[in-house]
């Protein structure tokens, strides 16, 4: 302010003026103190007193000197994440077209934790990279202009361009690649509010978006050369340095660096040599813990070892140059070779490049948040590569603590075991580069569930096309081979995974409903109970695609007796394939129960003239027919 206690008497223009900038700082400044509205807002610009200009100035200086005040004191209900540099933005949607798989892509995460999963080549890294676009204007180090490679543009779209080539070339559909990041409510990306989103959805949002777009002054050459490219019978590659890449907040202006208040950082967890992340955490931990005087006697040590090595190792070597004249040796001595760039962590002697790959990982993961302590967006890929049990423990643990009310985390992942410790409700799920479906409905003791129980198999549920969910394996090898008896091929063979669940079908079956998973299929042991009173616990997640299978209680508890009744008239041929022991039928129901996997093993690896004469329990019957109908229901003959 002292600028401003200069002028004594100001003009009215000069008032105005000062009015401007300062109605647009004072709200600024107290939208992040939360400080009361009447502190910050300065008079109303409509009674600013033309006889008397001085007055009305020292009204805004006033109001000026109540900020500088509270701000000193730390006197404000304003939290510390609200300062600027804590956590800001939020984002509540995303919209891609045309980038890599994601052709016409539309995504509403939540706040807080979202676990990306789905089959491989399904999109989740093209998501993660689309967020690190949009959001820093680089990806993985080098500037969005500079990055455009052809590979980045949707095929189907490049191709049904070429195609189009063939024809007038009015109103074509130049292939685009265009990215927007639409952020939760806050006052502090009003800079980045407006109505000047390109998809005129939003009236008034904060938000960002990234295109990739041919310069209509280069349009005329640039579908010249592609159709030079057609005739010459391809690759159909289209030529990107036409293209220019546009970086615009909603508000209408372009941007040449990340706004205030969108922060992103993406954690890199894959083990290599040297890592940005580390070593510039390196540089600052080195920078704060040494003082000048320090840092130049280490300097000036270094500079003692060059100058000896040039001088007593180097100073003899003499390079040859084909009459050129002869060359020497020198220790390069440019800022690529500071010494502060040979300073590397280690342990126990060893440096970190030099440890496991797990270590490595993990370590570089600890690293990277606390770099980001101050970064709303984390972007996390696949964290469980090259990591057993114990260490992928430890750094779900690691991203479990980042997790805040205040920063929004990303993570792709292939493991169950981060899927379950992470937490169910956190999940999105996604296929052949369609909008992900996230979870919304799933209950909180189910989702604690599978936190307790993290070992458990879940993803198996999410990205299956068909699902059986059984007790154990011997459940498993007798739907196999009753599969098979009737359908000709074992279950996986017709895009069916069998599931061993224990006793947690309801479970299932509940994340199943919230998935919107279509056929699945429950069966287990009646355990001498009814079966109504299995499938009534399971009810609720229960529709024409999830059914529920259960044997009768006059067939027995478990499924030995259910193959034994099933096949009463033919046990002699059922005690010779899962017993081997002649054709004795003595205590067959007992030699089942107690060696369970085994005589399920014998009955799915015997021969199949043998076996296919046996009869399938009903209840397992049922539940093919219900998991892979065919056009004419089988019978059990």
Same mark, same amino acid.
């Given at each position: 302010?002292?600028a401003?206690e200069?002028m004594e008497?100001p003009?009215l223009f000069t008032i105005s003026?000062i009015y401007d900038?300062? =109605?647009?700082f ?5 939208a992040?103190?939360?400080l009361?509205e009447e502190l910050?807002?300065?008079? =109303?610009?409509?009674?600013? &007193?033309i006889?008397?200009?001085t007055?009305?100035y020292r ?5 000026f000197?109540?900020i500088?005040?509270?701000a @000193?004191?730390?006197n ?6 609200s300062?600027p540099?804590?956590?800001a933005?939020?984002i509540?949607e995303l919209r891609?077209s045309?980038?890599r798989i994601?052709k016409?892509?539309?995504w %509403?995460?939540?706040?807080?934790l ?6 491989? /080549?399904a999109?989740?890294s093209?998501v993660?990279d689309?967020?690190e676009?949009?959001?820093?204007? !680089?990806i993985?180090?080098q500037?969005?202009?500079?990055s455009?490679?052809p590979?980045?543009f949707?095929k189907d779209i490049?191709d049904?361009f070429?195609?189009?080539?063939g ?5 074509i559909?130049v292939p685009e690649?265009k ?5 939760s ?12 989103d390109? =998809?005129?959805?939003?009236?008034d ?9 041919v310069?209509?002054?280069l349009?005329p050459?640039?579908l010249? %050369? ?5 005739e010459?019978g391809?690759p159909?590659v289209?030529p990107t340095d036409y293209?220019?890449?546009?970086w615009h ?7 040449v660096?990340?706004p205030?208040?969108?922060?992103c950082t ?6 290599e ?5 580390? &070593?510039a955490?390196t540089?600052?931990y ?7 005087? @320090?840092?130049f006697?280490v300097a000036?040590?270094?500079r003692?070892?060059y100058?000896?090595v ?5 100073a003899g070597?003499?390079?040859?140059c084909s009459?050129r004249g002869?060359?020497g040796l020198q220790i390069d001595?440019s800022p690529?070779? &500071?010494?502060t760039? !040979?300073?590397?962590l ?6 970190l ?5 797990a270590?490595?990982?993990?370590t570089?993961c600890?690293v /990277? ?6 970064e /709303?967006?984390?972007l +996390?890929?696949e964290p %469980?590569?090259?990591?057993?049990? /114990? ?6 643990g ?10 929004q ?6 493991s ?7 937490g169910?409700?956190s999940?999105?799920?996604m ?5 992900p479906s996230?979870?919304?409905n799933?209950?909180?003791d189910t989702v604690s569930y599978f ?8 993803l198996?549920i999410?990205?299956?096309?068909k699902?059986?969910?059984v ?6 090898l ?8 009737v ?5 996986h063979?017709?895009g069916?995974d069998?599931?061993?669940c ?11 409903s919230?998935?919107?998973k279509?056929?699945?299929a429950?069966?287990?042991d009646?355990?001498e109970?009814d ?5 009534g616990?399971a009810k ?6 999830r059914a529920f299978f259960c044997?009768?209680?006059?067939g027995g508890?478990?499924i030995?007796?259910?193959?034994i009744e099933?096949?009463k =008239?033919?046990l ?11 054709n !004795?039928?003595d205590k067959?129901d007992e030699?089942?129960t107690?060696n ?7 009955l799915l690896e015997?021969d199949r !003239?043998?076996?296919e004469v046996l009869?399938i329990?009903?209840?397992? +019957?049922?539940?093919i027919?219900?998991i892979?109908?065919?056009?004419e229901?089988a019978?059990?003959e």
């Open positions: 302010m002292p401003l200069l008497c003009s003026i900038w300062a =109605d647009t004072m709200r600024r400044a107290g992040i103190m939360s009361p910050v807002r300065p008079p =109303d610009q409509r009674q600013i &007193d006889s008397a200009p007055a009305t009204t805004i200086i006033a109001c000197d109540k500088r005040e509270t @000193k004191t730390g404000f209900t304003g939290n510390r994440a300062i540099g804590g956590p933005s939020m509540r891609i045309g980038f994601l016409d892509f539309v %509403e995460p939540k706040e807080g979202n676990i990306l999963v789905g089959a491989n /080549s999109g989740k093209t993660l689309a967020i676009l949009v959001t820093r204007g !680089s993985r180090g500037g969005a202009r500079r455009l490679s590979d980045w949707n490049v049904a070429f195609q189009e080539l024809g007038p070339l009015e109103g559909n690649i990215i927007v990041a639409v952020f409510e806050d006052r502090r990306l009003a800079r980045i509010t407006g109505a000047n390109p =998809d005129k959805k939003f009236k949002a904060p938000g960002i978006y990234i295109t990739y777009s310069s209509p002054n349009l050459q640039f010249e %050369e592609c159709r030079s490219i057609k010459a391809g159909f289209l293209y220019d890449c546009s907040i909603f508000q209408g202006d372009p941007i660096r990340r205030n208040g969108v922060s993406r954690i890199d967890t894959m083990p040599p040297r890592s940005r992340a580390v &070593d955490y540089k600052s080195v920078g704060e813990e040494l003082d000048d005087d @320090k840092k006697e000036s040590r270094f003692q070892v100058a000896q040039d001088r007593d190792i180097l070597i003499t390079v040859n009459g002869d060359l001595r690529r070779t &500071d010494w760039n !040979s300073i590397v280690h342990r126990d002697g060893l440096p490049y030099a440890l496991g790959s270590e490595q990982t993990l570089k600890a /990277s948040l606390e770099n980001a302590d101050s /709303s967006i984390l +996390l890929e %469980e590569c090259h990591l057993s049990y /114990s260490w992928l423990n430890d750094l779900v690691v991203i479990a603590d980042a997790a805040s009310e205040d920063r985390i990303f993570v792709t992942t292939h169950p075991f981060v899927l379950n410790r992470l169910l409700d999940l999105s799920v296929a052949e580069g369609n909008s996230r979870i919304t799933l209950s909180k936190k307790r129980l993290s070992g458990y198999d879940t198996r999410v990205l299956a096309d699902a059986v969910l007790e154990g394996p011997t459940d498993e007798v739907f196999d081979w009753a599969f098979r008896k359908r000709g091929k074992l279950p063979e017709k069916i069998v599931i061993e224990g006793t947690s079908h309801k479970r299932l079956l509940e994340f199943a919230a998935l919107g279509g056929r699945v429950a069966l287990r009646n355990d109970e079966p109504d009173y299995w499938a616990l609720p997640h229960l529709s024409n695609v044997g009768a209680l006059e508890k478990t030995e007796p259910q193959m099933a096949n =008239d033919k002699q041929t059922l005690a010779s394939i899962v017993r081997k022991r002649g !004795s039928t067959l030699f089942m107690n369970k996997t085994e005589w399920a093993l014998r015997a !003239s043998e076996s009869d329990p009903s209840y397992i +019957l049922n539940a027919n219900f892979d109908p065919a056009p229901s019978e059990n």
